[in-house]
Each structure stands twice: as C-alpha cells, then as structure tokens.
C-alpha cells in the first residue's frame, strides 16, 4: 500500500510539472553551432600538428609514386619484411613499395598492417576507421604498428562533420562499427605513469597523398 502511495505521489509531481513547464533558463545557447572556433590554417596543416603532438607521425605525399617511394624507404629503414593489408585496392597500390611476403602475412604474424580510413577529423588528429573497411578495427588494432594512407579529400574540420559524412557516404546505413582512433594506444591506469602500446599499436604513420583516388 505504501508503495502505490508513493507511486501516485510521483506521478502527480510529474503531471503538475508537465501542466506548468519551466521555461529554458538559456534559450539563446541552444542550437547545432560547434563550440569550437572555424580553421584558421589549412585542415592537413592542422591535423598534422595535431596527429604529432599525439605520437603520430606524420608523412605528406604529392602523389601516389611519392608515397610508395616514401613507404619504400620506411619499410627499408624499419626493416620490416611482414606487411598485412587485406583491402585489394590499397594492396595494389602499395605492392610495388613491398617484399613478395604480402600475400604471405597474416594478421597474427605481421610486422606491420596497412588501412585506409573512412576520414581525419583535423581537430583532434583522429582517424575514422569502420567496420566497412576490410578487417573493420581488427588490423589498425591488433598489429604492432599500423600505417593508414588517407587522401586530402578526406579530411575534415571537426568529429560533427566526419558523422555527417559518414551519413551521406553511407546512406543505407551506417557501418556496425565506427571507431575514433587519435595516435598509438596509451594508458597511464598504473600509478599514472604513460604507457604506450597497451592496448593497441605503438606506432600509428599516416600518409596523406594530395590527391583522390
């Protein structure tokens, strides 16, 4: 009895204040306007500066032959010999910049995993990455390090963008996964102390050739 008597009692509060609302105290501050102040610099000048100040690093390719000269000469400088990539069109992009281990390595045993990416938020440094890019999040997660190539035409201001994209280039639905991937894993959870690598790659390259595919 006690409990229906409380019951009613709450539901009679939310009736009187549905019948008498309180007016927003703030009106002028609702509304879809970012907080957060227009670019300034161009957005590959400012994600770069972002994506660096994260431990990302940062490569700016002309074009296409630029960036295959340039992973030529990661890959030899780095000696890394196993390259996973599971996206063909990436796969023939980058083949000719890699060992014939390419279509030998396995996720499990890489050295290294190639991706692209949905979009850059320049904002924040951050790489989108979907489930609709072959291996979803599994590659740029699970491999030591992860190299993703990005055009310039990807990029975009702020993370509200990159969702609006994604809702326009996927228009009949969004990917099960979207995930927000900003420099390599970190944690500091023990005694506060930076850690990188705990839960993801220890490294994160990001090429970003200057033009579309």
């Not at 969702?163 to 228009?171: F, I, R």
């Amino acid at each position: 009895m006690q409990n229906s008597s409380s019951k009613e009692n709450i539901l009679k509060k939310i009736r009187q204040a549905l019948s008498n609302p309180v007016p927003v105290p703030f009106p002028k501050s609702e509304g879809n306007s970012s907080l957060f102040q227009p670019p300034t610099e161009d957005l590959d000048i400012t994600f770069a500066s972002e994506f660096t100040k994260l431990q990302g690093k940062f490569a700016f390719c002309f074009d296409e032959k630029d960036f295959k000269a340039q992973l030529r000469q990661l890959l030899t400088e780095r000696q890394w010999k196993n390259i996973y990539c599971a996206e063909n069109l990436l796969r023939n992009i980058i083949t000719p910049a890699t060992t014939e281990k390419l279509n030998q390595t396995t996720l499990k045993d890489c050295d290294v995993a190639v991706t692209s990416c949905e979009y850059l938020i320049a904002r924040t440094g951050s790489i989108v990455l979907s489930s609709a890019i072959a291996e979803g999040r599994t590659a740029s997660v699970y491999a030591p390090v992860h190299i993703c190539v990005a055009y310039t035409n990807q990029l975009v201001y702020d993370v509200k963008d990159g969702l609006q994209q994604l809702k326009e280039k996927h228009t009949e639905g969004l990917p099960s996964l979207i995930s927000f991937a900003t420099g390599p894993s970190r944690t500091a959870d023990i005694e506060k102390t930076l850690v990188v690598g705990v839960h993801g790659p220890k490294e994160v390259y990001l090429f970003l050739i200057d033009h579309a595919m």
